[in-house]
């Protein structure tokens, strides 16, 4: 069964430091994509980067990266220059392309402070 | 109007009504999805629909009951439910089930009295 674990209930961040939220996975597919999202306190998810399993190369969206260590079934985001806009849950999921289901992680609330 | 949108925002019904939440997607996608979002619990996948057919059902009380009419549309109608259900239903959609990305509403905050 596929399941998502973030050992990291809450997270702060100074503003403009940079911050990394941990997160790990077990799946037995080889076809299958990592998210990672986020819920402002206005509750309106948003997809904010995502990793297909195949590719080896570390996704990135502006100031959002992932480090993707798929022997170690790993899938972490940085957020650099971190920003006040920035505080919200953040989830991490996975899909698998077999399966029509996507697990989420329970999430880590990231705070920033000015 | 762009996204997914979820109607109404807020929802308080007593534990005998009958409601319904309406969710409707503008992207073109193929599938569409039920989540409940509960305080310090994981997103529960409830329903999930392809192509207007169901393809998933998490064992869901039937207290819950979808209805996807078209690739556009998706209902979740409420009957005699408990205060346990009082949650964040968020409705979601993606471009079909098989591990996509997916694009959520807004959700709706429901309160059963």
């Known amino acids: 069964a596929q399941t998502v674990t973030q050992s990291q209930p809450e997270m702060s961040v100074q503003e403009a430091e940079t911050v990394t939220l941990s997160c790990t996975y077990d799946?037995?597919?080889?076809?299958?994509?990592l998210f990672w999202y986020k819920q402002p306190p206005s509750r309106q998810m948003i997809l904010v980067i995502r990793q297909e399993a195949y590719k080896q190369q570390n996704a990135t969206e502006n100031r959002f990266s992932v480090n993707f260590q798929k022997a170690a079934k790993s899938f972490s985001l940085k957020i650099s220059d971190s920003q006040l806009g920035d505080a919200a849950m953040y989830f991490c999921?996975?899909?698998?392309?077999?399966?029509?289901?996507?697990?989420f992680g329970a999430g880590t609330r990231l705070t920033v402070k000015p | 109007e762009t996204g997914v949108t979820q109607t109404p925002r807020h929802l308080v019904m007593g534990m005998t009504n009958k409601k319904s939440l309406k969710c409707e997607q503008h992207?073109?996608?193929?599938?569409m999805y039920w989540y409940k979002q509960s305080a310090k619990k994981p997103l529960e996948l409830m329903f999930v629909?392809?192509?207007?057919?169901?393809?998933e059902n998490n064992s869901v009380p039937s207290r819950f009951s979808p209805e996807c009419p078209n690739s556009s549309h998706l209902f979740l109608h409420l009957h005699t439910l408990q205060p346990e259900d009082s949650a964040l239903y968020l409705c979601?959609?993606?471009?079909?089930?098989?591990?996509?990305?997916?694009?959520f509403g807004p959700g709706t905050r429901l309160t059963v009295t």
């Open positions: 629909y392809s192509l207007e057919e169901r393809v």
């Open positions: 799946t037995s597919e080889s076809d299958y994509y």
């Open positions: 999921a996975l899909g698998e392309r077999l399966n029509n289901d996507m697990r």
């Open positions: 979601a959609s993606s471009q079909d089930q098989r591990g996509y990305e997916q694009y």
């Open positions: 992207l073109g996608h193929n599938a």
